[in-house]
């Protein structure tokens, strides 16, 4: 279970949950996220406890204006230049990718693979159950009248229900009584419980949630300890690939061999088949004599006699070789289906130790980056000191200058504007002597911006907002 505040839902959102795109539009998103339109039509929403089609007539923006009108409740951020206040809650309900996959489509072959076609997959009824349990568990708690849309996603990797849900109580919006309470630790408590009372949902389906960590005692791991740990899983991959080409080369054998077998039989089969034919001619044969008044009608009967006797030879013959072949036939085909198995898990395994190997490279890359830079801002620290004022003042307002000062809580809140955090980064340097931000144009990530441009201007940034409100520098 994933929650998510918003001061709002924009129509484009509403477009992504509800797939209420153009063709240009299920162009872009196709070229750019991961979604299977071969898998859209199975896609559906929960109504009134009932599984319905998607209702795309209505943006989720609509929905929630036609149902705040019939209650009489106004929308805070109505009129306002910029929204301030958290007017709906996003829920994301789901499982593992095997599991929810497995509710979906049950033991129907699924090909993950980006633009293939699944159209001949058909929906279980496991996922509409799965879907209701889940509707009543919200609806129960926070109010059925609250939901705006409780759609299920079938045509994404993994299976997953989006939840828009106002946050009103008594008819006023009231997010911090119903969710965040009087601080954070109330609201990790309601948090944590909130999981636990979803995870008893779930237990009918086989699934469970993940143990605290304060509750299994479980410890931090060093830089080394987790750099050993990938490295161990990545020879266990490696190993896993080794016994997999193993098998390979054996059903590659076995396969040979039923090739073989599944040949010979054949031959055989045909042979039987021409013989049988052979033996049908010369019998009509025989009759047509027989009929046409042969002097010798006893010694032609005996002649029909016999061939009718090496025919039933034959097609007892037949009859065992055409099951064998069937079974050789039946047999083959297993072979060749394990044999494409084990291929492609032998290729997810591949690609899961490059992506361990990936993960140690990047985990090393940052390990060395944060060293350095600690030692770029120790060595700045300590040279600094010797300049006089006027050399100091070179550094004024430098992005070296304020991790120097204020390292920690600069990364701080770099990493919460990083995120998206915009607010929550304001009020953490607000909270800490800084300044907030001091300027009115709104803050994000631009469409075509690379992460480390982004990272840049949120260092940027965040070295800003934590410079005192009075405009001054810390004392050195």
């Given amino acids: 279970m994933d929650f998510r505040p918003s001061k709002g839902i924009t129509t484009a959102q509403s477009n992504e949950h509800q797939r209420r795109w153009t063709e240009k539009g299920w162009g872009s998103a196709e070229s750019t996220g991961n979604y299977d339109r071969s898998r859209e039509r199975l896609n559906f929403e929960v109504r009134g406890g009932k599984v319905c089609p998607i209702d795309k007539s209505r943006s989720i923006p609509e929905r929630m204006a036609d149902i705040l009108r019939s209650r009489g409740i106004k929308d805070p951020n109505e009129g306002l230049a910029e929204p301030r206040f958290r007017t709906v809650v996003n829920f994301i309900f789901g499982g593992s990718r095997e599991r929810m996959t497995e509710l979906a489509f049950g033991d129907q072959k699924v090909n993950l693979t980006h633009g293939a076609d699944n159209s001949h997959l058909t929906r279980c009824k496991d996922i509409e159950e799965w879907a209701k349990d889940v509707y009543r568990f919200v609806a129960d708690k926070y109010g059925e009248e609250n939901i705006v849309a409780f759609i299920l996603h079938l045509d994404e990797t993994n299976p997953h229900v989006h939840c828009t849900l106002l946050p009103i109580k008594d008819g006023k919006f009231a997010y911090k009584q119903i969710f965040a309470g009087k601080d954070k630790y109330e609201f990790s408590a309601r948090m944590k419980a909130l999981h636990s009372e979803f995870a008893d949902v779930n237990k009918r389906w086989g699934m469970e949630r993940g143990t605290s960590v304060s509750e299994t005692g479980a410890r931090h791991r060093t830089t080394e300890e987790y750099r050993r740990q990938l490295s161990e899983q990545c020879t266990t991959i490696e190993q896993s690939v080794a016994t997999h080409q193993r098998t ?191 300027s009115d144009l709104k803050w994000g990530r631009d469409d075509d911006e690379d992460e480390r441009a982004w990272a840049r201007r949120c260092m940027m940034k965040a070295a800003r907002m934590m410079r005192p409100s009075s405009g001054k520098r810390k004392k050195r």
């Fill in 248 to 438: 390979l080369a054996s059903l590659q054998s076995d396969i040979r061999l039923a090739e073989r077998r599944v040949k010979g039989l054949t031959s055989m089969v045909n042979n039987l088949l021409q013989e049988k034919a052979e033996k049908e001619a010369a019998l009509a044969e025989l009759h047509r004599q027989i009929l046409a008044g042969h002097d010798n009608p006893d010694a032609l009967r005996q002649q029909v006699q016999e061939l009718e006797q090496e025919l039933s030879a034959i097609q007892s013959k037949l009859d065992d070789k055409q099951e064998k072949l069937s079974e050789a036939d039946r047999k083959l085909d297993a072979l060749r289906e394990e044999m494409t198995a084990m291929k492609e898990r032998t290729e997810e395994l591949r690609q899961e130790a490059h992506r361990y190997s990936d993960t140690i490279r990047q985990g090393a890359d940052t390990v060395l980056r944060n060293a350095l830079l600690e030692n770029m801002v120790s060595e700045f620290s300590e040279r600094v000191a010797r300049l006089s004022n006027e050399g100091k003042d070179v550094f004024d307002g430098s992005l070296l200058q304020a991790f120097a000062e204020n390292g920690t809580e600069v990364m701080y809140c770099a990493t919460l504007l990083f995120l998206g955090y915009v607010d929550d980064a304001t009020t953490f340097a607000e909270g800490h002597g800084g300044g907030g931000s001091s």
